[in-house]
């Protein structure tokens, strides 16, 4: 008999040895459980009973300890930190951007912005600066909160171990058949496509921005902001909300992705390549997946944006040429990837979670709690306000 079957024989629960660690390495797992078993670790949920004993409770007489109380109080620590790093996030992308704007324009440097808008105007190359600065540092400083808050090991924190490179090719190929069916609406729109499209949320006069301009942007967000993004998403974010199963972490960090666009119109987009990112990421066993799917869906955006850029004749032909090979070799390598899980055999790769808390009721409880839900009302009110004006 397995020592999980003679545990439940005896009545007793450990939700850390009845958690499932067969999808990851050894060393990862070795190390979230001696974090999991710290003492005095807050964020930790080691809830640990023996159901045949029972305690008394002055007006309740002898009861079982409650697995729903003791998850529920992790829940609220670990949302309340990641409700504060969300707000870090916001307000350097807002409140900061603004003022660091004010502050420079009033020393010389030519750039510009109205505190009741987001545009912003002046030279390029300083507009690019302060625009690279600004994103780096509102992704940077949010996760290096978050880590160190969790203290998580390195290890658990940022999965580096690539011990199935099926799931690097999967999470692409899904990746860019995904690119293809967003893409669809805008690609065969009667609206005229300019290249500027692929910057609209910069909300900057980037019509004045010269070939180096773009050149560095694009090259910092295609590359740079797609690797800290996802230390700060697949990083301590995912890792801790892992205890509650993965399904649970990958849709709360898939959510968070969403939110944080502040934009209706790509939040589906974001919240799809998030699962996509995520699961890749579990399936793979490195955050190096999850990267590389972002770096596939922005490097597709911009190939399309500057296709379509192009007014000659035969631009219709060559972008309807460049989407069916994208969707063809996504579909081929997911078919590979298909064949080779049949092959191989079934193989688990999201780990369950089952507790006293129902799912929904889970997730439901944690999106509610402050300061997490007012960072999301923000957000979706900021969104509603950018789509109208």
């Given amino acids: 008999m397995s020592g999980l079957a003679k545990?439940?024989?005896?009545?007793?629960?450990?939700?850390?040895?009845?958690?499932?660690?067969?999808?990851?390495?050894?060393?990862y797992n070795r190390e979230f459980i001696k974090w999991r078993r710290k003492k005095n670790n807050l964020?930790?949920?080691?809830?640990?009973?023996?159901?045949?004993?029972?305690?008394?409770?002055?007006?309740?007489?002898?009861?079982?300890k409650n697995a729903v109380d003791a998850e529920s109080e992790v829940l609220v620590r670990i949302f309340y930190i990641l409700g504060l790093a969300l707000?870090?996030?916001?307000v350097l992308d807002t409140l900061f951007r603004k003022g660091l704007i004010m502050v420079l324009s009033r020393v010389g440097v030519d750039i510009h912005?109205?505190?009741?808008?987001?545009?912003?105007?002046?030279?390029?190359?300083?507009?690019?600066?302060?625009?690279?600065?600004?994103?780096?540092?509102?992704?940077?400083?949010?996760?290096?909160?978050l880590q160190k808050r969790f203290a998580l090991p390195?290890?658990?924190?940022?999965?580096?171990?690539?011990?199935?490179p099926a799931g690097l090719v999967g999470a692409i190929a899904a990746t860019l058949i995904l690119c293809v069916a967003t893409s669809l609406p805008n690609a065969y729109s009667s609206e005229p496509t300019e290249i500027y499209t692929y910057f609209r949320n910069l909300n900057a006069d980037i019509e004045v921005w010269g070939q180096f301009e773009f050149l560095v942007y694009s090259l910092f967000d295609i590359i740079v902001l797609s690797i800290f993004s996802e230390v700060f998403f697949r990083g301590a974010m995912f890792a801790v909300l892992?205890?509650?199963?993965?399904?649970?972490?990958?849709?709360?960090?898939?959510?968070?992705?969403?939110?944080?666009?502040?934009?209706?119109r790509e939040a589906p987009t974001m919240f799809c390549i998030s699962l996509i990112a995520s699961i890749g990421m579990l399936y793979s066993g490195?955050?190096?997946?999850?990267?590389?799917?972002?770096?596939?869906?922005?490097?597709?955006?911009?190939?399309?944006?500057?296709?379509?850029?192009?007014?000659?004749?035969k631009m219709p032909l060559t972008r309807n040429v460049f989407m069916i090979a994208v969707l063809i070799a996504g579909a081929v390598m997911l078919l590979v990837v298909w064949i080779l899980h049949k092959y191989?055999?079934?193989?688990?790769?999201?780990?369950?979670?089952?507790?006293?808390?129902?799912?929904?009721?889970?997730?439901?409880?944690?999106?509610?709690?402050?300061?997490?839900?007012?960072?999301a009302v923000i957000c979706f009110v900021y969104a509603i306000v950018r789509l109208v004006f």
């Fill in 43 to 64: 964020f930790a949920f080691s809830y640990e009973v023996n159901k045949n004993e029972s305690i008394y409770v002055d007006g309740r007489g002898f009861v079982v």
């Fill in 113 to 145: 912005s109205n505190f009741f808008s987001d545009s912003l105007y002046g030279g390029s190359k300083e507009i690019v600066t302060v625009l690279m600065i600004v994103t780096l540092l509102k992704v940077l400083i949010p996760a290096a909160y």
């Fill in 87 to 90: 707000i870090a996030y916001v």
């Fill in 154 to 164: 390195r290890v658990v924190e940022l999965m580096r171990t690539m011990h199935d």
């Fill in 344 to 375: 191989r055999g079934n193989k688990r790769i999201l780990v369950n979670y089952t507790s006293e808390m129902r799912f929904g009721e889970r997730l439901v409880y944690s999106v509610k709690i402050f300061p997490y839900s007012a960072v």
């Fill in 242 to 264: 892992r205890q509650f199963g993965d399904i649970f972490a990958v849709i709360i960090t898939s959510i968070t992705a969403a939110m944080l666009t502040m934009d209706l």
């Fill in 286 to 313: 490195s955050i190096f997946t999850a990267i590389a799917v972002n770096i596939i869906f922005k490097m597709y955006q911009l190939g399309l944006m500057v296709i379509q850029a192009d007014h000659a004749d």
């Fill in 7 to 27: 545990r439940k024989e005896a009545g007793k629960i450990s939700v850390i040895d009845d958690f499932d660690y067969s999808t990851q390495s050894e060393s």
